[in-house]
T-cell receptor, first 112, second 111 residues
Framework: DGGITQSPKYLFRKEGQNVTLSCEQN?????MYWYRQDPGQGLRLIYY???????QKGDIAEGYSVSREKKESFPLTVTSAQKNPTAFYLC???????????FGPGTRLTVT | QQQVKQSPQSLIVQKGGISIINCAYE??????FPWYQQFPGKGPALLIA?????SEKKEGRFTISFNKSAKQFSLHIMDSQPGDSATYFC??????????FGTGTRLTIIP
């Protein structure tokens, strides 16, 4: 898990509520990523940021939003527009220009 | 869409045997091929990675074999141990730092 912290480990929300997942890294990495993991589907990229105050949509950005106000922090908000939010969410980071991504321990979100 | 196809979905190997997981890709621009290991409830950890300029890379009991012409790469785990039981993901990218992942292989090593 290195220097990447995700909190909380488990999160429960009612349908229709927005929820924000935390991701903090002390690796001094420039790039940060959010992935969603579902059984049998591998990891799918939601959003990524290569520099502070800038971020790009990944493959499944609909229903999610992010911010990158600080280098070490990249919070993900799961909005009520996300049709199937229950999943395991993983944050990762990498040095600028490096292919090696390092993952946090993940947050399991359950929406009922 | 960029794809990385991984097989098998699950694999059972006896202790001491060789575990082999295969991946195939479509985009010939991919130039970085990592393998990640994930234990239940944990984040994936980078295990080993290869670039297309070599056909094989070995780190301890883990070896990546790479076939550029066939657009395939595989992970071999020699002398498989119960502690190797985990889900393994292959991935690929081409320099934009956006990894494309395979769907994962659940490996179980039995005594």
């Amino acid at each position: 898990d290195g220097g990447i912290t995700q909190s909380p480990k488990y999160l429960f929300r009612k349908e229709g509520q927005n929820v924000t997942l935390s991701c903090e890294q002390n690796l001094n990495h420039d790039a940060m990523y959010w992935y969603r993991q579902d059984p049998g589907q591998g990891l799918r990229l939601i959003y990524y940021s290569q520099i502070v105050n800038d971020f790009q949509k990944g493959d499944i950005a609909e229903g999610y939003s992010v911010s990158r106000e600080k280098k070490e922090s990249f919070p993900l908000t799961v909005t009520s527009a996300q049709k199937n939010p229950t999943a395991f969410y993983l944050c990762a980071s990498s040095e600028q220009g490096s292919d090696e991504q390092y993952f946090g321990p993940g947050t399991r979100l359950t929406v009922t | 869409q960029q794809q990385v196809k991984q097989s098998p979905q699950s694999l059972i190997v006896q202790k001491g045997g060789i575990s082999i997981i295969n991946c195939a890709y479509e985009n010939t621009a991919f130039d970085y091929f990592p393998w990640y290991q994930q234990f239940p409830g944990k984040g994936p950890a980078l295990l080993i990675a290869i670039r297309p300029d070599v056909s094989e890379k070995k780190e301890g009991r883990f070896t990546i074999s790479f076939n550029k012409s066939a657009k395939q790469f595989s992970l071999h785990i020699m002398d498989s141990q119960p502690g190797d039981s985990a889900t393994y993901f292959c991935a690929a990218n081409f320099g934009n730092e956006k990894l494309t992942f395979g769907t994962g292989t659940r490996l179980t090593i039995i005594p």
